[in-house]
């Protein structure tokens, strides 16, 4: 059981260039969400997904894009990588609430995938 | 929005108690209280939850008053290996959709 595992989990990029992350998830999990971490920071939510073909906004949404094609996927892309969006990127994934309406609230997160913008 | 307000750093010797609280005053009611750790180059990983009053589990305690509005991780007889960032998380009352947000953290610091 992989969890949730993050493609690829280094890359380099020059600034204009575009490329995409890969977050993956083997839980079935309905819930799914993209966070930055920059140096000494708290994470920042960039978007989140509540289930297939579903996203929105979080606190960081600029320069990116997000994609939820499939259950188990969630997608963030970078069109045009800028320097300020140097940073550690983690998914992650959790279940929906409860019938009973009270969340429990329980993130599953992935290893990161550290990016540089030159 | 929800938003949570933990201290920014706290330092302590090895085998103390270490306590983090959170301020949390916009909790909503079906809401629970979730505390993550956090390790260099990794990612936050839950340690426990809870609703009110106490939960305890192999690794710390949570209490929680009965109004909700704070919570206090309790970390018992701390070691080298518990030398990580701390977050506090709550539902986000505003958005049924379970967004969450993260603030900064606590950096708790262990000294032999």
């Known amino acids: 059981n992989a969890g949730v595992t993050q493609t690829p989990k280094f890359r380099v990029l020059k600034t204009g260039q575009s490329m995409t992350l890969l977050c993956a998830q083997d839980?079935?999990?309905?819930?799914m969400y993209w966070y930055r971490q920059d140096p000494g920071m708290g994470l920042r939510l960039i978007h989140y997904?509540?289930?297939?073909?579903?996203?929105a906004k979080g606190e960081v949404p600029d320069g990116y894009n997000v994609s939820r094609l499939k259950k188990q996927n969630f997608l963030l892309g970078l069109e045009s990588a800028a320097p300020s969006q140097t940073s550690v990127y983690f998914c992650?994934?959790?279940?929906?609430?409860?019938?009973?309406?009270?969340?429990?609230?329980?993130?599953?997160f992935g290893e990161g995938s550290r990016l540089t913008v030159l | 929005l929800a938003k949570t307000t933990q201290p920014i750093s706290m330092d302590s010797y090895e085998g103390q108690e270490v306590n983090i609280t959170c301020s949390h005053n916009n909790i909503a009611t079906n809401d629970y209280i979730t505390w993550y750790q956090q390790f260099p180059s990794q990612g936050p990983r839950f340690i426990i939850q809870?609703?009110?009053t106490k939960v305890t589990n192999e690794v710390a305690s949570l209490f929680i008053p009965a109004d909700r509005k704070s919570s206090t991780l309790s970390l018992p007889r701390v070691s080298l290996s518990d030398t990580a960032v701390y977050y506090c998380?709550?539902?986000?009352?505003?958005?049924?959709?379970?967004?969450?947000?993260f603030g900064a953290g606590t950096q708790v610091v262990v000294t032999p």
């Open positions: 997904s509540v289930g297939e073909g579903t996203t």
């Open positions: 839980m079935n999990h309905e819930y």
């Open positions: 998380l709550v539902g986000d009352p505003t958005d049924s959709w379970g967004k969450f947000q």
């Open positions: 809870g609703y009110k």
């Open positions: 992650a994934s959790s279940y929906s609430r409860t019938s009973g309406g009270a969340y429990t609230g329980e993130l599953f």
